[in-house]
């Protein structure tokens, strides 16, 4: 009897998740093409906002009517320490890790407050994933449900033989197409290691795709086009 109830309700989460999935999947692509916000925690990453506006009006070309882009003031950095963020012991000092969930809930009332339905929040400091906590030092990640994502630029600078900025930014603006790409296309990795939209496990990997999406992944937003008729 209670082997039977639990998997009773094992059958019922999966069948409530594959309908949240499929739900999700049908009012999700109803969005396009809509609005975009860049929400920028600091002002260190602001001046690359002309060049975001152009990348994501090439790569997801017709997805987006406009790219806004706001300033956070500091006003912020008070609640900051409140949070659940988590010490990391560093080689030289310890390091404090952001949880992702803050910045989602910053850049939804951002969305809100600006009439975006996509939001894209940039920042430098270190971040974690709230929801698989085990995920730490993340180059970014996306709140499908929220249509939200956060790209942080603090591990893009680690790498002792490119410290240059530009390629800092360079992999900065591939992990923020990477995330927006999600949010269009869903949560999966293409296997191209050329396409802006595979797995990057290390900066080496980042500075091995390319600013684009491969054939494939195009094809993928054509067919979107083509199912919402712009
Ligand atoms: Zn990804
Ligand atoms: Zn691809």
């Known amino acids: 009897m209670s082997k039977y109830q639990n998997f009773e309700k094992k059958l019922n989460k999966s069948y409530l998740d594959f309908l949240n999935i499929e739900i999700r999947k049908i009012y999700h692509n109803f969005i396009f093409p809509c609005h975009l916000g860049i929400i920028f925690f600091s002002n260190n990453h602001s001046n690359l906002f002309e060049k975001l506006n152009t990348v994501f009006n090439n790569v997801f070309e017709r997805f987006f009517f406009g790219v806004m882009s706001y300033e956070i003031k500091n006003d912020y950095s008070f609640s900051i320490n409140n949070l ?3 010490k990391v012991k560093g080689l030289y000092k310890d390091v404090f890790v952001y949880p992702s969930n803050y910045f989602y809930k910053i850049i939804s009332d951002f969305k809100i407050k600006n009439n975006s339905n ?7 400091l270190p971040i974690y994933s709230s929801n698989r906590k085990n995920l730490i030092f993340l180059y ?4 499908l449900r929220q249509n939200c994502a956060i790209v942080s630029s ?12 530009d390629k800092t930014n360079q992999r900065l603006i591939k992990e923020a197409i990477h995330e927006i790409g999600h949010i269009i296309l869903g949560a999966g990795h293409c296997l191209n290691k050329l396409c802006v939209m595979s797995f990057s496990k290390n900066v080496d990997a980042i500075d091995q795709k390319s600013l684009n999406l491969c054939l494939n992944c195009q094809f993928e937003l054509e067919r979107l086009r083509a199912k919402l008729n712009f």
């Open 84 to 86: 659940e963020r988590i």
């Open 118 to 124: 996509i939001g894209l929040g940039i920042t430098d």
């Open 140 to 143: 970014g990640e996306a709140h």
């Open 154 to 165: 603090y591990n893009l600078e680690l790498n002792p033989h490119s410290q240059q900025k």
